[in-house]
């Protein structure tokens, strides 16, 4: 089989696949910025998909950041990519992944953002679906929650194909901040932070594990401290925070959301039943519904599957459900 990579409607010779390969797939990522240029590159990188897309109105610039990717596919995994202006490039996606939306601004909050990319999804997510109808969809422009359960009303799909993000990366900043505060291997630490993708986002430490033992009873760090009340909350603060400083620093995050959302994607071309704390439709999940919001949920080939309910505290419960009144009072504010 002979790939090619078409950038600005030529096709370039990639080379040929081998015999026992897996099934074709295809992913669209729709928003050529920092994010989505980051996150096709990700993707060959490491094989998700044999087929990656980036559409944008930007001619110029989705043109650029497929051949500049098609330039190095020789040394990734085999696959192709293209670039296109022209919402057609995304039609038979296996996946849509949405990236554009209104540019984040340092100091600015992701809730901020709700308004200006509620308009962009008005528009953009129609023609997206119409030429898609079958694909998993992954939101991914901020504030995610809101805008996903913007998207999801808008798109008319059924909410087990139409999901956020949410905070799978925010869980990974978790994890990597108590793997280094406790000396152990971030692949260790089994940690959730749920809610919003944001300030107002909940650790949930009470089933937090660290290999097999629970988080809350793990005692002394490896800077001689414990890992109490004070620490744990430190820990939370830099998770919510991380995101600011890296865009006051660099003006975007987009290496570890890249990684992140490939994540994403290769637990559903692989439907791999994997546990991610993503952003759906909740419907009395621990009393609280009609709102999208981070929660730890199966994700394979049809898109989310069941919401798990972990063990939580009367605080942590109240946290999530302040949480989801932030998120939906946003989302009333824009007629949702």
Same mark, same amino acid.
């Given at each position: ?143 995610? %929650? /809101? $805008?996903?359960? #913007?998207?999801?009303? @808008?798109? *008319? ?10 905070? =799978? ?68 603060? %830099? /998770? $919510?925070?991380? #995101?600011?400083?890296? @865009?006051? *620093? ?10 992140? =959302? ?75």
């Amino acid at each position: 089989m002979t790939e090619r990579a078409d950038v600005g409607g030529r096709s370039e010779l990639l080379g040929t696949s081998g015999p026992g390969e897996r099934k074709a797939s295809k992913v669209a990522i729709v928003g050529a910025g920092a994010v989505g240029s980051t996150l096709a590159y990700a993707c060959l990188l490491r094989g998700a998909a044999r087929e990656v897309v980036l559409f944008d109105v930007n001619k110029a610039k989705v043109e650029a950041e497929a051949l500049d990717i098609a330039h190095g596919i020789q040394f990734t995994p085999m696959g192709s990519v293209g670039g296109s202006d022209d919402i057609g490039i995304c039609a038979g996606a296996d996946v849509v992944v949405i990236t554009a939306g209104a540019r984040q601004k340092p100091g600015q909050s992701r809730l901020d953002l709700a308004g200006a990319t509620i308009d962009i999804m008005r528009d953009l997510v129609p023609r997206v679906v119409e030429v898609a109808p079958d694909a998993v969809y992954i939101m991914v422009a901020n504030p995610v %929650d /809101v $805008v996903t359960y #913007a998207g999801l009303k @808008i798109s *008319g799909l059924p909410d087990n194909q139409f999901f956020g993000s949410g905070t =799978v990366l925010d869980s990974n900043r978790l994890r990597y901040l108590v793997a280094q505060e406790c000396g152990v291997a971030v692949q260790n630490v089994h940690a959730y932070i749920a809610g919003e993708h944001g300030d107002s986002e909940i650790p949930l430490w009470s089933s937090a594990m660290i290999g097999a033992v629970p988080l809350l009873q793990w005692g002394q760090t490896v800077t001689g401290g414990m890992l109490d009340d004070t620490a744990r909350a430190r820990i939370a603060a %830099d /998770v $919510v925070s991380s #995101a600011y400083r890296i @865009i006051e *620093g660099k003006g975007a995050t987009n290496y570890a959301v890249g990684l992140a =959302v490939v994540r994403i994607i290769e637990a559903v071309l692989r439907d791999e039943h994997r546990v991610l704390s993503v952003s759906s439709l909740l419907e009395d999940y621990l009393e609280i519904s009609d709102v999208c919001m981070a929660v730890p949920t199966i994700v394979g080939s049809s898109g989310v599957g069941r919401r798990l309910v972990p063990v939580v505290t009367e605080t942590e419960r109240a946290g999530l459900a302040r949480s989801a009144e932030s998120i939906r009072s946003v989302a009333k504010r824009f007629g949702f």
